[in-house]
Structure formats: structure tokens, C-alpha cells
């Protein structure tokens, strides 16, 4: 869920004089019928999430698309989310890729993503790998895990590009490096094989391991299998490894709102 507070309540907050529900809606409702393109935004993700007053999609929507207008890059962002989702309505993918675009081409990390996937399934727009890819390095290059994954996935199957294992192995790493258990699954299975770099089974295994940790249930079985190539002693300092190691952390990036 992502959420914005207009410039008031954040005043408000930051002088240490909490207003209440209530008294927030009522100054964000106040603020967005005066045309603040921040609080039609606040206002609108308000009704989408039933956050202080009841869930309504039909106002959320007004309220959205009115901030919207005015360049108001989360607006943008939810609308695309409410087509995608059919929320308020049928869902429609060439209303979401249409409000997504606006929203990445602002910057906006998750629309960017979200832009990439609708071109490799061809929802709302044609099918375009070379598309695709493109959001995906933007996303990608704002620390997004998910689109860093599936630039090693495309760079694997050679969609949008030549195949290229050294590619693949270099955006599951830094997938993987951020946490995520997909990235570190194929990285895993990267080792394995020897694809794109040397085979080691060691390292193989500390990757199944840290994705296995995280609900990842293909590495289950391909760490009993690696783990019989192992001895004792390997196995025990990649466990070791596995116990210290902790993702990258990464800052989020600004999007102007």
C-alpha cells in the first residue's frame, strides 16, 4: 500500500500535534475540493483502502484522476493499479499501461516494473521484449529487486536480446544480493551448472540455502542433492555462511508527487 499525507497533516505530525482521524480526512477532503493535487492523491488512495473513511472505488477514482491531471505522479501510478486490479470496474489493461506510463516515464519505480510486465504478456499493450527490457533496466537501475530478476530471466531465454549467461548470472547476483529468493535460486542453479561461471557446488549450495530459507520450495530439493557432493566440513561453513549473511539494503528513490 502506498500512501501520501499532505502538507498540513505532515506539518501537523511534525510539530507533535496528532489530529485525529477524523479531523485528518476532514482537512485532506478540505484541501483536495480547493484543487491540492496532494491531497486528491491522499484522498483518493484514502477511499481505495478504506483508510479512515469506507472503502468506495468510484471516489477513489475521482479523486485520482483529478490529481492526475495535474502530473501527480502516485495518482498516476493507482490509477494504473485500480485498472490492472478491476477495481471500480472491469479490469482494463489498456487503461493500466496507459496511467503506468505516465507514472514510470515520472519516474515512479513500481509503475516502471509494473509497465515492464504488462509488455512481456502482452496485457494492455503488444507483446515487446525489447520494451520490456527497457523498463526493467530503469526499474532495475533504481534498486528494484523483482525487475533485476527478470532481466536475468529474459537474459537467459534471450528474449529482447542474445542469450547471455554472463548477463543473467550478473542480474540474478544482484537480486540476489538484495534478498530476493527467485534471483537466488537461479543463481544457485547458475553454480551448478557452470553456466556463465565457474561450477562450484559450494557456492550453489549457500544460494539454495538462503532461497530455501525464504519459502523457496525448488531449492529444497537441490540442496539435498548438492549437499550429497558435499563433506561435512563444506556443508557446515556454508550453513555458517547462510546464518551471518544479511540482504543489501538499498534507499528508495524519489518520485516527485
Known amino acids: 500500500m502506498r500512501k501520501t499525507l499532505c502538507l498540513p497533516i505532515l506539518m501537523a505530525l511534525a510539530l507533535g500535534a496528532m489530529p485525529s482521524w477524523a ?7 478540505k484541501l483536495a475540493v480547493q484543487g491540492d493535487a496532494g491531497a486528491q492523491t491522499d484522498l483518493g488512495v484514502r477511499y481505495m483502502y478504506g483508510d479512515g473513511i469506507p472503502k468506495n472505488y468510484v471516489n477513489a477514482s475521482k479523486w485520482l484522476r483529478r490529481a492526475a491531471e495535474q502530473g501527480n505522479v502516485l495518482a498516476e501510478f493507482n490509477l ?12 482494463n489493461y489498456g487503461e493500466a499501461a496507459k496511467w503506468y506510463k505516465k507514472a514510470a516515464v515520472r519516474g515512479d519505480m513500481q509503475a516502471r516494473l509494473n509497465l515492464a510486465l504488462m509488455y512481456t504478456k502482452g496485457e494492455g499493450v503488444p507483446r515487446n521484449y525489447r520494451e520490456a527490457a527497457y523498463w526493467f533496466r530503469l526499474a532495475a537501475g533504481q534498486g528494484d529487486a523483482a525487475a533485476q530478476f527478470h532481466l536475468g530471466v529474459m537474459s537467459l531465454n534471450g528474449e529482447g536480446a542474445e542469450q547471455s549467461y554472463t548477463d543473467a548470472e550478473e542480474w540474478f547476483r544482484k537480486a540476489a544480493l538484495l534478498g530476493d529468493p527467485a534471483a ?11 553456466h556463465g561461471v565457474p561450477e562450484d557446488h559450494q557456492a550453489a549450495y549457500l544460494w539454495f540455502v538462503l532461497a530455501a530459507q525464504q519459502g523457496n520450495e525448488a531449492s529444497l530439493s537441490l540442496m539435498d542433492q548438492v549437499e550429497s557432493e558435499l563433506t561435512k566440513e563444506q556443508i557446515a561453513a556454508v550453513q555458517q ?8 539494503k538499498t534507499s528508495k528513490p524519489k518520485t516527485r508527487s
Open 23 to 29: 479531523d485528518q480526512v476532514a482537512e485532506v477532503m
Open 80 to 91: 494504473g493499479l485500480m485498472n490492472a486490479n478491476g477495481e471500480g470496474g472491469p479490469v
Open 184 to 194: 537466488q535460486y537461479h543463481l544457485g542453479l547458475l553454480y551448478l551448472g557452470g
Open 241 to 248: 555462511r547462510a546464518a551471518e549473511w544479511r540482504p543489501v
